[in-house]
C-alpha cells in the first residue's frame, strides 16, 4: 500500500510564498518521479513541476521562474517551494508519483492566492 501525505497549503496575498510537502510511504521501492499537479476552479488539471529519479526538473511555463521542486531522496519527500504568487496560482495541488509502472496521488492540499 501507498500512502502520499500532503502539507502546506493554506490562504496566502498575491506576492506571497508557500511551500508544500508530499510525503510518500508505504511500499515504494523504486519511485521514479515525482510531480505536482494542480487543478483551479473551472480548469483542468495541470501538470506544475516533476522531479525525475536522475534529478533533473521540469516545471510548467506558467510558473517557471516562481516555482522550484526538490526532492529529499532519503525521505520520499517532494517539496514545492512557490514564490511570487499571483491569484491564477489559485488551485487544490496533488503531490503524484510513479512506481512500478503505476501512479499514485495525495489528496490535494488548497492553496488559495488573495489579489
Known amino acids: 500500500q501507498v500512502q502520499l501525505v500532503e502539507s502546506g497549503g493554506g490562504l496566502v496575498q498575491a506576492g506571497g510564498s508557500l511551500r508544500l510537502s508530499c510525503a510518500a510511504s508505504?511500499?515504494?521501492?523504486?519511485?521514479?518521479?515525482m510531480s505536482w499537479y494542480r487543478r483551479g476552479p473551472g480548469k483542468q488539471r495541470e501538470l506544475v513541476a516533476t522531479s525525475s529519479s536522475d534529478g533533473s526538473t521540469t516545471y510548467a511555463d506558467s510558473v517557471k521562474g516562481r516555482f522550484t521542486i526538490s526532492r529529499d531522496f532519503a525521505k520520499n519527500t517532494v517539496y514545492l517551494q512557490m514564490n511570487s504568487l499571483k491569484p491564477e496560482d489559485t488551485a487544490v495541488y496533488y503531490c503524484?508519483?510513479?512506481?512500478?509502472?503505476?501512479?499514485?496521488w495525495g489528496q490535494g492540499t488548497q492553496v488559495t492566492v488573495s489579489s
Open positions: 503524484n508519483i510513479g512506481l512500478r509502472g503505476f501512479y499514485y
Open positions: 508505504g511500499s515504494i521501492f523504486g519511485i521514479r518521479d
